[in-house]
């Protein structure tokens, strides 16, 4: 079985949020901006906690901003 982690659209997202820097995002889900980074490049599965702040501050579902394993869909 190979490694699965979360994945997720937080690049995109914050691009579609007005460009909103890393930094930015990492303020609102009070983290910092190397969490926000490690999560984009797929090195990091977040907590639980931190996965439903990341979708609130996008005002999304927890299933439009993470998902697990192969991502089939858009």
């Known amino acids: 079985m190979g490694k699965n982690l979360v994945g997720n659209h937080i690049r ?3 691009f579609n949020h007005g ?4 930094q930015q995002l990492a303020d609102k889900a009070g983290v910092t901006r190397q ?3 490690a999560l984009e490049k797929g090195n ?6 931190l ?3 990341i979708a ?3 005002d999304l579902r927890l ?5 697990y394993g192969e991502q089939d869909h858009s």
């Open 63 to 67: 299933e439009e901003v993470f998902y």
């Open 51 to 53: 996965a439903f702040r």
């Open 35 to 37: 969490t926000i980074v």
């Open 19 to 22: 460009e909103m820097t890393q």
């Open 44 to 49: 990091y599965s977040p907590s639980l906690e």
């Open 56 to 58: 609130q501050v996008f």
């Open 12 to 14: 995109r997202l914050r």
